[in-house]
T-cell receptor, first 117, second 118 residues
Framework: EPEVTQTPSHQVTQMGQEVILRCVPI?????FYWYRQILGQKVEFLVS????????KSEIFDDQFSVERPDGSNFTLKIRSTKLEDSAMYFC???????????????FGPGTRLTVT | AQTVTQSQPEMSVQEAETVTLSCTYD???????LFWYKQPPSRQMILVIR??????QNATENRFSVNFQKAAKSFSLKISDSQLGDTAMYFC???????????????FGAGTRLTVKP
């Protein structure tokens, strides 16, 4: 069964450094998302991406964050200058084209644990 | 803005028994989708069950079923014949239907930590 993959599984970085989190969505999906989960808290939406542009973003997704789909398979989240409070689990998700309930289902990757020291 | 509330931070159940997890939400939308996700210690997010708001019939998936009360904005999850492998964090999630984008962000509740005891 196809699945969303994310790399790395764990990233440790120093405050102020740039990090890029990588995701490979399911191949025929068209909608892509990033979520984050600070330890012990709920999952929070960051950004959605469709047709090579951001379709929606939350107040968390400020100028320090950017997303890109550099080729036909990868979907990346970049944090330009990491802060301690960026430490969290980051989940990528994708969903297929519209049409029926199953198209709204978001398939989550296993997550990348980001630790900022 | 949509909010999702899970009022039970923690619950426990004996193996083979039934447990119900509560979820309420607040929205002015008429068309939306509701989901329950399971997050085991591995922290992978696994879809358990889904429900379309326009469908009155409650969704079921094997041992998992929901009680969807649209007027009350309630979406509880019932787990029958609980198994040790059901031990996990359970998140209720809401997603509105937006014709412009067809897909939208998912709003999650704070989660309920379920422990199944042998």
């Amino acid at each position: 069964e196809p699945e969303v993959t994310q790399t790395p599984s764990h990233q440790v970085t120093q405050m102020g450094q740039e990090v890029i989190l990588r995701c490979v969505p399911i191949s025929n999906h068209l909608y892509f998302y990033w979520y984050r989960q600070i330890l012990g808290q709920k999952v929070e939406f960051l950004v959605s991406f469709y047709n090579n542009e951001i379709s929606e973003k939350s107040e968390i997704f400020d100028d320090q964050f950017s997303v890109e789909r550099p080729d036909g398979s990868n979907f990346t989240l970049k944090i330009r200058s990491t802060k301690l409070e960026d430490s969290a689990m980051y989940f990528c998700a994708s969903s297929p084209r519209s049409g029926g309930l199953l198209s709204y289902e978001q398939y989550f990757g296993p997550g990348t644990r980001l630790t900022v020291t | 803005a949509q909010t999702v509330t899970q009022s039970q931070p923690e619950m426990s159940v004996q193996e083979a028994e039934t447990v119900t997890l509560s979820c309420t939400y607040d929205t002015s939308e008429s068309n939306y989708y509701l989901f329950w996700y399971k997050q085991p210690p591995s922290r992978q997010m696994i879809l358990v069950i889904r429900q379309e708001a326009y469908k009155q019939q409650n969704a079921t998936e094997n041992r998992f079923s929901v009680n969807f009360q649209k007027a009350a904005k309630s979406f509880s999850l019932k787990i029958s014949d609980s198994q040790l492998g059901d031990t996990a964090m359970y998140f209720c999630a809401f997603m509105k239907h937006d014709r412009r984008f067809n897909n939208n962000d998912m709003r999650f509740g704070a989660g309920t930590r379920l422990t199944v005891k042998p």
